[in-house]
T-cell receptor, first 116, second 111 residues
């Protein structure tokens, strides 16, 4: 399996532009997570989906952020309009739908976003 | 407020030496604690998982300990290698799919 796939790996944009980050989870995984990582705040959960349905979006910073999962193999995180403070590394992760507490989230390589 | 604090923030050691990373947490409820390794430019990868009743868990040269009474965990790396250079993140699970992340310790193993 190729693991969690994210694109692009790097994105540089100007303030005010729309940014779309993409994620392909591991096949067969029913949970998908979007995280943001900064030096100051570390890793923060933004939103997660179960079977393509958003379950908890309480971590989404504001209305400029939106996430969708139109099917089991694809998700997007969109920022519109982008601001310099959105600069961070955005990770996508997926996990199996199991009740066990030992269920593991597998992370993608991340997208490094720079907003000028 | 749920919090996970790690120390030191960064650490430099010579190849072949041992080191210990610390994690203190104030999280409730507690489900399990994990240590993740994050290589530069990569996503975090799980190293160890410990539940409330487990004191020690090993994964090769990595040994994690947990003291649920004092709410402290440590990650000990034995005979360090250059490939151990990475950030190590302590993560506490408060329930199914609910995680609280530490800010990590950046380790550099020098030749």
């Amino acid at each position: 399996d190729a693991g969690v796939i994210q694109s692009p790996r790097h994105e540089v944009t100007e303030m005010g532009q729309e940014v779309t980050l993409r994620c392909k989870p591991i096949s067969g995984h029913d949970y998908l997570f979007w995280y943001r990582q900064t030096m100051m705040r570390g890793l923060e959960l933004l939103i997660y989906f179960n079977n393509n349905v958003p379950i908890d979006d309480s971590g989404m910073p504001e209305d400029r952020f939106s996430a969708k999962m139109p099917n089991a193999s694809f998700s997007t995180l969109k920022i519109q309009p982008s601001e310099p403070r959105d600069s961070a590394v955005y990770f996508c992760a997926s996990s199996l739908d199991r009740e066990s507490y030992t269920d593991t989230q597998y992370f993608g390589p991340g997208t490094r976003l720079t907003v000028l | 407020k749920n919090q996970v604090e790690q120390s030191p923030q960064s650490l430099i050691i010579l190849e072949g030496k041992n080191c210990t990373l610390q994690c203190n947490y104030t999280v409730s409820p507690f489900s399990n604690l994990r240590w993740y390794k994050q290589d530069t430019g990569r996503g975090p990868v799980s190293l160890t998982i410990m539940t409330f009743s487990e004191n020690t868990k090993s994964n090769g040269r990595y040994t994690a300990t947990l003291d649920a009474d004092t709410k402290q965990s440590s990650l000990h790396i034995t005979a360090s290698q250059l490939s151990d250079s990475a950030s190590y993140i302590c993560v506490v699970y408060t329930g199914f799919q609910k995680l609280v992340f530490g800010t990590g310790t950046r380790l550099l193993v020098s030749p």
